[in-house]
């Protein structure tokens, strides 16, 4: 097993981050923002990356600004959780994370950090799923919301009482790289200084 710092086989899920929920969901550019961040940090350090839409052709695509790599696969959805059967099979057959030259087996179960919407609908019920499977789950706090704030704790709580990890953006980038004598430790430190005010502003928001 692929051990990357504290976390083993990190994977990036965003979950449904979508142009007709921009003005829907409180503090919604708060966790595009935070999103970016780790997208940015995600391609530093190799880390895949699954993106889900909610009923795209009603609701729209993702929105422009995330700035998606090219290689990111997207999946269209109509249930709430991004455990579609489509990902899953990706998830488990396809996603082989290289980093220095080794590989991460196929079927090695994954930590996902979860970030998107909404807290207490598809970002739980991904969770809970997640966790069903054996992988562990990391939600990321300062980059997930609903249409309620009032929602977001008790969504919060739900999941981690069911075993996941709620923690930040910033506090999950220094877990998953663990050493500061990595030569990826620069690039991330220098992003983490970039984004400081957003990421200020996300967590006395979202937070």
């Not at 142009?19 to 595009?32: L, N, V, W």
């Not at 709430?80 to 099979?89: N, V």
């Not at 980093?99 to 598809?122: F, R």
Request: aromatic content about 4%.
């Amino acid at each position: 097993m692929v051990l990357r710092g504290r976390i083993n086989n990190p994977v990036l899920f965003v979950c449904d981050l979508q142009e007709k929920f921009r003005t829907a969901i409180y503090g919604f550019d708060k966790c595009i923002q935070t999103t970016q961040k780790l997208l940015k940090a995600s391609q530093i350090l190799q880390i895949p990356i699954l993106a889900t839409t909610q009923l795209s052709q009603k609701l729209g695509p993702l929105v422009p600004e995330l700035q998606l790599p090219e290689r990111t696969k997207i999946f269209d959805k109509s249930l709430f959780s991004m455990m579609t059967p489509e990902l899953i099979a990706h998830l488990d057959t396809a996603i082989t994370a290289e980093s220095k030259g080794v590989v991460v087996a196929v079927g090695q179960k994954k930590s996902v950090a979860l970030v998107g919407i909404e807290s207490h609908v598809c970002i739980l019920q991904t969770c809970l799923d997640l966790l069903a499977a054996g992988h562990n789950v990391y939600v990321i706090a300062d980059a997930v919301s609903s249409c309620n704030r009032q929602e977001v704790p008790i969504a919060l709580g739900r999941m981690r009482r069911a075993g996941a990890v709620v923690t930040t953006s910033e506090s999950w980038l220094y877990e998953v790289m663990g050493d500061a004598k990595i030569e990826e430790f620069r690039q991330i430190a220098g992003l983490v200084k970039e984004s400081k005010e957003s990421t200020t502003l996300a967590l006395q928001s979202l937070l």
